[in-house]
């Protein structure tokens, strides 16, 4: 089946650096999302993308729809103790409804 | 998006009995999905449940171990049978929302003795 490659799986940064991480697949996708999960919930929404070469922020928070359509990156820039968590890119191979493909998520940690 | 609310949040069972998880939507959706999420990984879909037909399972998933219920648009639920120790594991719901994203509830925490 499709596959996302999300990196890095883990990540130990200092409190104020940027942070980017990616996802790649062989396939062509027509929506990326980026997720992310706090421990002991469900993941939450951060930013959807829709059109490649998209650039689309969320207050600190940058994610680009690649122009190949097979990949997208997630950047968050000052980050703070707040962002620790796992953060899941997900992308929908098809237009409808189609199944979410996961990436095996990166790790954040912030240090402060 | 949609408020999603997941009955238990948690639970420890025992082994050879069976959990039903249920999900709980504040607006009418047509499609929800059953996901888990074993300890350190990324979330594997078990199955998608449409209201008035038959769930859809991924592979690996059988309905004999996972039966899923979807009576009304607004209402799932998920039974996981016979549990065995390798169940343990956070349960997720999720509905469609607007350009194919996903809302996912809280999730139920699953621990088989």
């Known amino acids: 089946g499709q596959q996302l490659n999300q990196s890095p799986q883990s990540m130990f940064i200092q409190e104020g650096e940027d942070v980017s991480m990616n996802c790649t697949s062989s396939s062509i996708f027509n929506t990326w999302l980026w997720y992310k999960q706090d421990p002991g919930e469900g993941p939450v929404l951060l930013i959807a993308l829709y059109k490649a070469g998209e650039l689309t922020s969320n207050g600190r928070l940058t994610a680009q729809f690649g122009i190949t359509r097979k990949d997208s990156f997630l950047n968050i820039s000052a980050s703070i103790p707040s962002d620790v968590g796992i953060y899941f890119c997900?992308?929908?191979?098809?237009?409808?409804?189609?199944?979410?493909?996961f990436g095996k998520g990166t790790r954040l940690s912030v240090i402060a | 998006s949609a408020v999603i609310s997941q009955k238990p949040s948690r639970d420890i069972c025992q082994r050879g009995t069976s959990l039903t998880i249920q999900c709980q939507v504040d607006?009418?959706?047509?499609?929800m999905f059953w996901y888990r999420q074993q300890p350190g990984q990324s979330l594997t879909l078990i199955a998608t449940a449409n209201q008035g037909s038959e769930a859809t399972y991924e592979s690996g998933f059988v309905i004999d171990k996972f039966p899923i219920s979807r009576p009304n648009l607004t209402f799932s639920t998920l039974t996981v049978s016979n549990m065995s120790p390798e169940d343990s594991s956070i349960y997720l719901c999720?509905?469609?929302?607007?350009?194919?994203?996903?809302?996912f509830g809280p999730g139920t925490r699953l621990l088989v003795l």
């Open positions: 999720s509905v469609e929302g607007a350009g194919g994203t996903q809302y």
């Open positions: 997900a992308g929908q191979p098809f237009s409808g409804n189609t199944p979410l493909v």
């Open positions: 607006s009418q959706v047509t499609m």
